[in-house]
């Protein structure tokens, strides 16, 4: 049911029950990561973990027990956590066409209604602010508060937009950015500092992230040669999507993790990239 991935500890075993440390999660349909920043300075990343479930064909609550009996990290409190929500019902509101109603209003329009939902909003601290209103379940809303302390909740595409977005960054005429998971991926493209796009897409095949990549270029009349993108996440750089990549997008590089990050030994069995999706979801 549940897998746990990666696992990596550095000084975790050390912390009291209760400590003051930062606790990081992101939880999605298919994952939970989490990890731990120690709390001087809070930027030395000391145990992450990865797992993997489905959570179509299992309860919240079942992943949630599963989970908890296998971390390191979650056997003990924290008083500083940030939950992250990786999911795709997502919708972005201009700040003058926000109001909670009307956040409900368009996410039920373009998601469904279902009354086991939760309906959450993040404000986006832009040049022109806007909102990221999204839903997530009911149970797993009640999980998180449940069996965590001093909850503070974001989507992880109102962090993505953010950072692609903020002030004083250089302007790129044209990027995508493509974050991998083990069973989804999430594509961004900003277009002379301009969102087009952010959205999850589920995949079975690589065939199936070359056709999203290229329907969206198409979508936007993008061309390929003037676009930048830019890859992290679970990618094989050997396999068949990263190939086929190349031959159409002839400009590819790999986020990297920030420079301030500060990270056990273990970290270098994996190739940078793969974790700068969930580390690049703090400021």
């Known amino acids: 049911m549940v897998e746990q ?4 500890y550095g000084d975790a075993a050390a912390q009291t029950p209760f400590n003051s440390d930062q606790l990081v999660v992101e939880i999605s349909a298919t994952h939970l990561v989490t990890w731990v920043k120690q709390a001087a300075g809070k930027e030395k990343v000391v145990a992450f973990e990865w797992f993997t479930f489905d959570a179509t064909l299992h309860s919240w609550y ?9 971390s390191k990290i979650l056997d003990r409190g924290y008083i500083d956590t940030r939950v992250f929500f990786q999911f795709p019902e997502t919708v972005l509101i201009p700040a003058d066409k926000f109001s909670e109603e009307a956040a409900a209003i368009f996410v039920n329009a373009m998601h469904g209604d279902s009354v086991t939902d939760v309906i959450k909003t993040d404000l986006l601290q ?3 602010p806007m909102y990221n209103a999204y839903k997530i379940s009911k149970q797993l809303n009640d999980m998180v508060n449940g069996n965590m302390m001093m909850v503070s909740a974001r989507h992880t595409h109102s962090t993505i937009v953010e950072y692609l977005l903020q002030p004083g960054k250089p302007m790129r005429s044209l990027v995508a950015k493509l974050q991998f ?5 999430t ?5 002379n500092n301009r969102l087009l796009l952010v959205q999850s897409y589920e995949f079975n095949s690589p065939e199936d992230v070359l056709y999203y990549l290229i329907n969206a270029t198409k979508q936007f009349n993008l061309v390929t040669d003037h676009m930048q993108v830019e890859l992290s996440g679970a990618i094989d750089t050997k396999g068949w999507l990263f190939e086929h990549l190349k031959k159409v997008f002839t400009n590819i590089v790999f986020d990297k993790v920030p420079s301030t990050e500060s990270l056990p030994a273990a970290f270098a ?4 990239y793969y974790f700068t999706p969930f580390f690049n979801v703090l400021p």
């Open 5 to 8: 991935f990666i696992s990596i």
């Open 187 to 191: 594509l961004t493209i900003v277009q």
């Open 269 to 272: 069995e994996y190739p940078d």
């Open 62 to 70: 079942d992943i949630f027990f599963t989970v908890r009996s296998m």
């Open 126 to 128: 832009l040049p022109e």
């Open 181 to 185: 998971y083990k069973r989804f991926f």
